[in-house]
């Protein structure tokens, strides 16, 4: 079987929770990749630029990571955690309801806000849940995880596609010139006022039709809640149901105790995905005395991810502006496809990345997809006026970047010896380059044109190239001062029964002379 026994029998004893969990990501993936290819109608029905747009993404990102650090408060007790997951998809589902009504940027961006909390509370419960419950199995449960991450992303721009307007994927200086286009059309016609009212009204009712696909999304997000009220259900936590289940820590300590034997008495492992307190981390006692290689692994690891997540979230959130613009000048539903395939190929390339983690090398994996990223954005670059190759080349983007940050963490991790806090770090690091390189792309792409997209991608990938090879020349230090601390330790070893012995027998021979 491909899957061990062990692992089927825990997924079938605990499948009401782990389905619940992964319909939770796919509530996450589904909110964080609609702006992508809706950004050009928000951007009309706000009358806003695209360096002012960009700052929503911000908003969502920074906030998403804000919810990330405060939502392990909810862990405590399942109902805690639960009632705190009920009302975050419901917030996004209320959000995605309320954006058609958001028509200036600031209303916007805190609609955002509050959706990227939602997300973050969401992101930080599910995964602590699941590790609670399968513990040192939940390796497998959490790539399923992040699979529906990529699926609730692929799905958001194919609802949003057919409702975008072919007027609002122009920019707002080529609104400005379809203005002008009907002024023109319509002067010295004897019915130029009824027809420049006709023409004003289809103008204003173009910019609308992506309304209905937040509100798509709205309804298709509702199944979300509803599955984790009937799951407080089953679990008798809500307060109109008579008596009480044991919570969900309880009964996994309870399950997990027959075969995990003396694992029991051993103090608590690490928090896993990345949500613990980076402060308290950074404030280990622990951490005196230790190697400047060792501080240099945590930073140039994080700055890897912070290039790579860059990459990630400025290219899901401007490939369709770059499209829709000259040279390429896609239509913005054939544009609207774009972030589809991307999530698509994301999605694929966590699936691929599996197998491939048995059979190569971390290293060798991350080197193929960072050079392979370069490579693809340099060809994207040389031939700027192919749409095939814009089409071929965002499913190869995204098959490359897909397995960067599991594989750093696990990298970065077992230089580590699982030591210190680089998934804390890690993960930091990630939604920060997310945020940042998104707001500093925006305005770049505004500021110099659509072109400097390409090149900021081909910039961005190869510093993150080359922060991993010093990442690996700080990896050989690191290496070398481990063996010399185990050659000293072993040396001590080796003289402590001699040096033990020798005390006890000075004073017998003195006595004896006496």
């Known amino acids: 079987m491909f899957v061990d026994e062990r692992i089927v029998t825990l997924f079938k004893r605990n499948a009401h929770h782990t389905l619940t969990y992964w319909s939770l990501f796919f509530s996450f993936g589904l909110s964080i990749a609609f702006l992508g290819p809706t950004i050009k109608d928000l951007q009309c029905q706000t009358k806003s630029t695209l360096s002012q747009i960009t700052w929503v993404f911000f908003s969502q990102q920074f906030c998403l990571l804000i919810g990330s650090s405060v939502g392990g408060i909810f862990k405590r007790t399942l109902f805690s955690a639960l009632s705190a997951l009920l009302v975050s998809t419901l917030l996004i589902s209320v959000i995605f309801a309320v954006i058609p009504w958001c028509t200036q940027v600031l209303t916007l961006a805190v609609a955002m806000a509050v959706s990227g909390l939602a997300m973050g509370v969401i992101d930080t419960i599910a995964n602590i849940q699941l590790v609670s419950i399968y513990q040192k199995d939940s390796a497998v449960f959490l790539q399923a995880l992040h699979f529906f991450i990529g699926f609730g992303a692929l799905v958001s721009p194919l609802i949003a596609d057919p409702f ?72 008798r936590l809500i307060p109109c149901c008579p008596g009480a289940a044991p919570h969900l820590l309880d009964k996994d300590e309870l399950a997990m105790e027959n075969r995990q034997g003396a ?33 240099m692994i945590h930073i140039l690891g994080g700055m890897v991810l912070f290039m790579s997540d860059g990459i990630v979230g400025a290219y899901a959130g401007f490939v369709f502006t770059y499209a829709t613009k000259p040279p390429i000048g896609l239509v913005p539903k054939a544009a609207g496809y774009l972030p589809s395939i991307f999530w698509a190929a994301i999605t694929a390339g966590r699936l691929l990345s599996i197998p491939l983690s048995y059979r190569f090398p971390v290293v060798r994996l991350l080197i193929f997809n960072l050079a392979g990223t370069i490579v693809t954005v340099l060809l994207l670059l040389i031939l700027p006026n192919s749409r095939a190759m814009l089409y071929v080349g965002t499913c190869l983007c995204g098959l490359f970047l897909s397995s960067i940050f599991p594989c750093m963490l696990a990298y970065t991790e077992d230089i580590l010896d ?4 680089a998934t804390s770090v890690l993960v930091t690091s990630a939604g920060m380059g997310e945020m940042v390189m998104t707001v500093l792309v925006g305005s770049i792409i505004e500021t110099n044109g659509s072109y400097s997209f390409l090149l900021c ?19 050989r230090l690191h290496r070398n001062y481990l ?6 330790s072993a040396m001590v070893e080796e003289e402590t029964p001699g040096a033990s012995g020798s005390p006890a027998a000075e004073p017998n021979e003195e006595a004896q002379k006496s």
């Open 164 to 235: 975008l307007s072919e007027h609002c994927g122009n920019s707002t200086g080529n609104v400005t010139e379809l203005t002008h286009h009907f002024r023109n059309t319509l002067i010295n016609s004897p019915v130029a006022e009824h027809n420049g009212g006709e023409a004003a009204a289809a103008a204003a009712a173009a910019g609308s039709g992506v309304h209905y696909a937040f509100w798509i999304m709205a309804l298709i997000n509702l199944p979300v809640p509803l599955a984790v009220l009937f799951l407080m259900y089953r679990e």
């Open 263 to 295: 694992r029991a008495a051993e103090p608590p492992a690490p928090q896993a995905g990345g949500h613990g307190n980076i402060f308290s981390c950074c404030q280990n006692d622990n951490l005196r005395g230790l190697p400047l290689s060792f501080f």
């Open 418 to 421: 699982y030591q210190g806090c």
């Open 457 to 475: 991608g081909v910039i961005i990938a190869s510093l993150g190239l080359l922060i991993f090879l010093a990442l690996l020349f700080f990896h």
């Open 483 to 488: 063996t010399g601390t185990t050659r000293k």
